[in-house]
């Protein structure tokens, strides 16, 4: 099962933030993440927080329902409304993730996003993005999604190679989210992501270059390349540790990443984030750079987090829970902490570092200045920008860059 939320100071039952936190709210974008918690099936790899049917029956089953979901959810749209009170700011951003999001209705999907847009309103630009596994729409499903105002769908691919699929417990067929890149083409969507995966125990170089060939032939703007992180209490752990799937280690990692760079590299696409690529830069995820820039976000459904003017807060895990506390008036809260000056500094550099803008050396201390000057020495860091003040990331920085901002922090 999903890991744990974290630590944190109790959550207000009417979820009121600290005054603080809206100050200044007017300069910074504001985004919505929609959390659809439900799967058809768990894949192996897989510690998100969500559920199968099953995993959802008996306690709060009714309460955590699909059929009612859109509603519990819009209530909490509702409620968000409220604790940012005069807050005039126009919703920027919306994802919609999961779990399988377009396992419920389009029609359902649609009135989350209305709700929004009741609420808050949309700017004229607002990027609107939903996931959707490939098996569980059709072009008259994405045809639905793009009258309901989406105009961003990004669709889990993984892998080309059915073997690999089958390591990952994925439920599609090869070739089907190729099919669904021209269907949400010819329904109008503007752009499209797929979302692939390297190291998959038994993957080989030539499964990965197949994978991306096939990926680059359907023709998205944008593509997510993600090592597999084997999470503790997945059944691919526990595969692993019975020796039945052998471990990838750090060194494909590294092989399977310069490979990615290089064919999306040659077919157009630029990075723009450790693991993410566009063709151009109105193709990049801007829900994404939302968070990696440390703008403003709510988080809607069970486990969401969200972060407003440095406060971080998340909400109950369960469905039922989170669907009871809004059913008597709470919110669904579990949990809130209020970031310190020195935690958005080092949360600055964790996530800028990734980007290809980099961060501004001035965010560095002495050992973090003298970690940086080492790192330039070592090839780690681009010698350009960082006589302009920022530290950026070449290619071999990349394939170290937790390492690299390990030592950054300090």
């Avoid at 890991?3 to 109790?10: K, Q, R």
């Avoid at 779990?99 to 009135?111: C, E, F, N, Q, V």
């Avoid at 691919?236 to 310069?258: C, F, S, W």
């Amino acid at each position: 099962m999903p890991s744990a939320l974290p630590d944190g100071e109790p959550m207000p039952e009417d979820g009121a933030l600290p005054a603080p936190a809206l100050e200044g709210a007017g300069e910074r974008p504001l985004g919505f993440y929609l959390h659809v918690p439900y799967c058809a099936t768990r894949c192996g790899y897989c510690d998100f927080n969500t559920y199968t049917a099953s995993e959802l029956r008996g306690s709060g089953g009714a309460l955590a329902s699909r059929e009612n979901y859109a509603d519990t959810l819009i209530e909490e749209i509702r409620l968000a409304r409220k604790v940012m009170g005069d807050d005039p700011r126009r919703v920027e951003t919306v994802f919609v993730g999961g779990g399988t999001p377009t396992l419920l209705p389009a029609a359902d999907l649609s009135r989350m996003l209305a709700a929004i847009r009741d609420e808050f309103g949309f700017t004229s630009d607002a990027e609107i993005t939903t996931e959707a596994n490939p098996e569980s729409v059709d072009p008259r499903y994405l045809s639905e999604l793009r009258s309901g105002g989406f105009n961003r769908v990004s669709f889990g691919m993984q892998s080309a190679r059915q073997h690999v699929l089958k390591i990952l417990d994925r439920t599609h067929t090869p070739g089907r989210p190729e099919a669904c890149v021209a269907e949400a083409r010819a329904a109008g969507f503007d752009h499209v992501n797929l979302d692939l995966i390297y190291g998959t125990p038994g993957e080989t170089d030539d499964d990965w270059r197949a994978s991306l060939d096939a990926a680059i032939g359907a023709g998205p703007d944008h593509v997510s390349a993600y090592a597999l992180i084997v999470e503790e209490g997945t059944q691919l752990a526990r595969r692993i540790r019975r020796g039945e799937v052998p471990m990838t280690d750090d060194d494909e990692h590294a092989d399977r990443y310069l490979i990615a760079e290089e064919a999306l590299t040659a077919a157009g696409f630029t990075w723009y984030e450790v693991s993410n690529w566009a063709t151009t830069e109105a193709a990049r995820c801007r829900h994404n750079e939302l968070y990696w820039t440390g703008a403003d976000w709510w988080g809607a459904g069970p486990g969401a987090h969200s972060h407003v003017g440095g406060v971080r807060w998340w909400n109950a895990k369960h469905p039922g829970a989170y669907a009871q506390a809004l059913n008597d008036g709470r919110s669904p809260g579990a949990g809130r902490e209020v970031l310190t000056a020195e935690d958005r500094r080092v949360e600055r550099i964790l996530l800028e570092l990734r980007l290809a803008a980099g961060c501004p050396l001035d965010l560095l201390r002495p050992t973090g200045l003298a970690a940086a000057e080492k790192a330039l020495a070592d090839g780690l860091l681009d010698p350009g920008p960082y006589e302009a003040g920022r530290a950026v990331l070449t290619l071999r920085g990349r394939l170290l860059a937790d390492a690299v901002v390990r030592d950054l922090v300090d």
